[in-house]
Each structure stands twice: as structure tokens, then as C-alpha cells.
């Protein structure tokens, strides 16, 4: 009888498990999902249609929302504002843009890269965008940028953070304002879904890290030029 109940609790698991990899297909089925690392959990094309119909995973949202504790190293060195790779570090007009593209996996929460004082929050739209010019190196893979700018005061000039979005991801929240004074570190708002972050620095600036690179915000040290407070 031992025998006969244990065939059948493994031929009612087999089917299970049969009829999940089937109803996922081609996605992972939930009985492996949590062992496999998160762009495998959660493939793009998955994420893709979640983004056309608003029915997201509740284990997958779980993962994107986490706002990890960040420390960041001593001194008054300028930070990455955001987690992802570096993409452009692109002069124009004595200002230097450094690109940090964010996949659907990476943490989405963005810091100040310095110390000093919030001149300015900007809202800017598809209009604006489109007179910037479309072959700007953040703009290239933004067919409807949104976007929020955080300028920042410091003793070597403003710096901005640029949160943009697209068509596929319009909502950016933003947690300081103008006249509020920001520390190193500090979080400063979060981009809903793929996006990128720009760090608006003077040319003047030498970074010290190059295209390709991946970054963690409030951690990794992008210039080292020293910003007083």
C-alpha cells in the first residue's frame, strides 16, 4: 500500500510539474524559478509583455522594488548615481554626460553623488526632448523620453542627475527638493522599469571609469575629484 501511495504521489507530481512548464512555456516554470539567477528567472521577453498588459509577477516586483542599504566610501569623491553599466561619457558644450544605462534586473533607485544644496527639479517631456536633438547619446534608445533633472550645488559648479524614461516606462518618482540640502549618498528618487540615469559633470572632470564598466549607486567612485561641502 506504501508503494501504490508513493507511485501516485510521484505520477500527480510528474503531471504538475508537466502541466506548469507547459502553461509557462516558454518561460520558467515556478517549480524551478527561485533557483535560477533573476535574467533567467525573469527573461526580457517576459518582462516585455508585462509592461503591454500591466500584469506584473508579484515575485518579480518584490525583486525590483529592493532598496539595499548602500555605503559609501570615505573622502568627497563624486558617485555613481544609479546601478547599471556605463554606456556614454560623451563632452558637448564643456558639459561631460555620463551615461548609466539600467536593465529590467538592476536595482532602480538613484543617490546623490555629492554633497551640496538642490537648485533646481526639472520636469522635461517629449517636446523638449525632441528639440534637443534625437542623436544625443541618451536619447538614442528613447523613442518618448521623460524625464526629471536634479541640479546640484556644489564648490566646483552644478551637477545634475538626469532620470529618464521611455515609452515603456513613464513614472519616476523624485524624493528631495529645490532648496533642500542633499548628502553624499543620499537617495534621491527611482525610475519605475528600464530607464537611465545621466550625470551631468564639467569637462573639466576626469573620470575614473570607462564605457562597458558597471557601477553601484552611492558606491562606486566615477571621478575623484574632491567636492567640498
Not at 192 to 217: C, W
Request: charged share 25%.
Amino acid at each position: 500500500m506504501i508503494l501504490l501511495i508513493t507511485q501516485v504521489m510521484i505520477l500527480c507530481f510528474l503531471i504538475i510539474s508537466v502541466a506548469l512548464w507547459g502553461g509557462y512555456f516558454p518561460h520558467p516554470s515556478p517549480l524551478i524559478r527561485r533557483w535560477l539567477p533573476p535574467r533567467k528567472r525573469w527573461p526580457e521577453a517576459q518582462i516585455r509583455r508585462w509592461l503591454k498588459t500591466g500584469k506584473f509577477q508579484r515575485a518579480f516586483l518584490n525583486y525590483f522594488y529592493r532598496d539595499p542599504e548602500r555605503t559609501p566610501p570615505l573622502g568627497n569623491s563624486i558617485l555613481a548615481p544609479a546601478d547599471g553599466a556605463v554606456t556614454s561619457v560623451e563632452v558637448r558644450d564643456g558639459v561631460r554626460y555620463l551615461v548609466i544605462a539600467l536593465s529590467f534586473w538592476d536595482m532602480h533607485v538613484q543617490r546623490s553623488p555629492v554633497s551640496g544644496r538642490v537648485v533646481k527639479v526639472e520636469s522635461h517631456g517629449s517636446d523638449f526632448m525632441d528639440g534637443e536633438g534625437r542623436k544625443f547619446a541618451f536619447l538614442r534608445e528613447k523613442p518618448c523620453p521623460v524625464q526629471k533633472r536634479v541640479v546640484i550645488a556644489t564648490s566646483v559648479g552644478e551637477i545634475a542627475v538626469r532620470l529618464i524614461t521611455s515609452l515603456a516606462a513613464r513614472r519616476i518618482e523624485v524624493w528631495v527638493r529645490e532648496g533642500g540640502r542633499l548628502v553624499r549618498g543620499q537617495r534621491i528618487g527611482r525610475i519605475l522599469l528600464g530607464s537611465t540615469v545621466v550625470l551631468e559633470l564639467p569637462a573639466t572632470i576626469n573620470l575614473s571609469v570607462q564605457v562597458g564598466e558597471r557601477v553601484k549607486a552611492g558606491e562606486t567612485v566615477v571621478a575623484q575629484e574632491m567636492i567640498s561641502v
